[in-house]
């Protein structure tokens, strides 16, 4: 997966790394060393209300990272803290569901039915703990997963794939601070991994401006992630204000059209995803050009000390 505005030069950059080109916080986004949290960033200013209000809810204690890029060029319109790497709850099953997509692609998946086991309880988000079909295909469970978070569902299908699998495609991706770290449980002890997963907000966005362009493996996964999580119900967070159908968004509404990701918990709140359509030029073209689809992150919660990345996040306090 690779940047398209990337600078032609003989030395390959890594995936992630915005071309330096003076757009607001730019910089590795997978780059290596520890994020302090010191509110690095910036934004042009289409964003400034939006600065404004993470401050004050920075102010207030939380710890605050949010990301926008435009998908089309690769331009960073709002980076603050992009690079802190925070839990983001269920929001790494957008990684599971990668992998699952790209299994069944390849054929090691193919119409499986997964038992539900006892193994996979939780009693979390989600439909298949209330229904009565104990077993479902591998696909109709990624759609559980897309649409509601389903916990169980998440759960069988990690269990299926492997975390192991779910970690090796991540990386392959060039995506190094973001990863799903744990199954979904109903209590954590303190053996288990602080949280189901973490992310950077900066790698988010890139990692949704590559399903949006097709580049997550190829176009045939990306689409059938994408199609996924575009049933997802849940748009409380900033997909709420675009005014959109909760239960039925996939099709443009107002010229707009949004997938949008979210995952929460105990003193967090994290979104990611892509908005796209004729609509989105007409939001932001007070100061100028925006191709129409922008790929955006966001997270926040309790502050607390931020993860040093995924390796090693087993046993370690929850921050908050």
Do not use: C, Y
């Not at 770290?181 to 997963?197: E, H, K, L, N, Q």
């Not at 119900?233 to 997938?259: E, I, K, M, N, W």
């Amino acid at each position: 997966m690779t940047e398209p505005d990337a600078p032609h030069s003989s030395r390959r950059r890594r995936p992630g790394r915005p071309a330096d080109d003076g757009s607001a916080g730019n910089g590795p986004v997978g780059g290596g060393g520890r994020s302090r949290g010191k509110h690095r960033g910036g934004a042009d200013e289409r964003f400034t209300a939006t600065t404004q209000a993470l401050g004050t809810i920075a102010q207030d204690g939380a710890g605050v990272s949010a990301s926008i890029i435009d998908t089309s060029t690769g331009r960073a319109l709002l980076a603050i803290d992009d690079r802190l790497v925070q839990p983001v709850s269920g929001l790494g099953r957008v990684l599971l569901l990668i992998e699952v997509a790209a299994q069944l692609e390849d054929g090691r998946l193919h119409g499986d039915r997964l038992q539900r086991m006892a193994r996979d309880t939780a009693t979390g988000a989600g439909l298949w703990q209330f229904l009565q079909e104990p077993t479902m295909q591998v696909s109709d469970l990624a759609t559980l997963v897309g649409a509601t978070a389903d916990a169980w569902a998440t759960n069988a299908l990690l269990t299926t794939v492997g975390i192991d699998a779910v970690r090796a495609r991540a990386e392959s991706l060039g995506v190094e601070r973001s990863a799903l770290i744990d199954r979904v449980r109903d209590r954590r002890g303190p053996d288990d991994a602080p949280d189901v997963s973490v992310a950077a907000s900066g790698e988010l966005s890139w990692l949704f401006r590559g399903l949006a362009l097709g580049e997550v493996v190829d176009q045939t996964v990306s689409n059938r992630v994408l199609g996924w999580l575009s049933l997802a119900a849940d748009l409380s967070l900033v997909a709420g204000s675009f005014g959109l159908d909760p239960l039925a968004h996939r099709a443009l509404d107002h010229g707009l059209q949004s997938v949008a990701v979210t995952g929460s918990g105990p003193g967090i709140r994290a979104e990611a995803g892509v908005l796209r359509g004729a609509g989105v030029v007409g939001l932001l073209r007070r100061h100028g050009p925006v191709r129409g689809r922008l790929a955006a992150a966001a997270t926040g919660g309790r502050r607390g000390a931020p993860h040093d990345g995924h390796r090693g996040a087993r046993g370690r306090a929850h921050p908050g």
